[in-house]
């Protein structure tokens, strides 16, 4: 199925698989859902993710990470804040705290996809595309 707004689709078969505790989700793989995976990994809201397939029929498989033993997820919320109707630009001094710094916001910036902490760290703003805590 062709999705029009892949980061959305990303965060919520991330959001789906988390509520049905799932060990792994795929999702179709582009250059920016790559991006997003990998600030995920860094960030350690996921444990891992790898691209598998070739030319159309690639996809991430993104291992998801719990807690304890009742398997509580990392990820308590995925929230999509930039939407394609709807774009959110944030200069570099206005860049979001989220839950005052617990969470992360992620941006797009003129140099990559990084969090908000790294934005304001190199001081630069951009599109902010989710929040997740």
Sequence with gaps: MAANDTIADMLTRIRNANMARHQTTEIPATKM????????????FIADFEEVGEGIERHLLVSLKYKGKNRQPIINTLKRVSKPGLRVYSNRKDLPRVLGGIGIAIISTSSGIMTDRDARRQGVGGEVLCYIW
């Design 33 to 44: 859902t790559k991006s997003i995976a990998q600030v995920l990994k860094a960030e350690g």
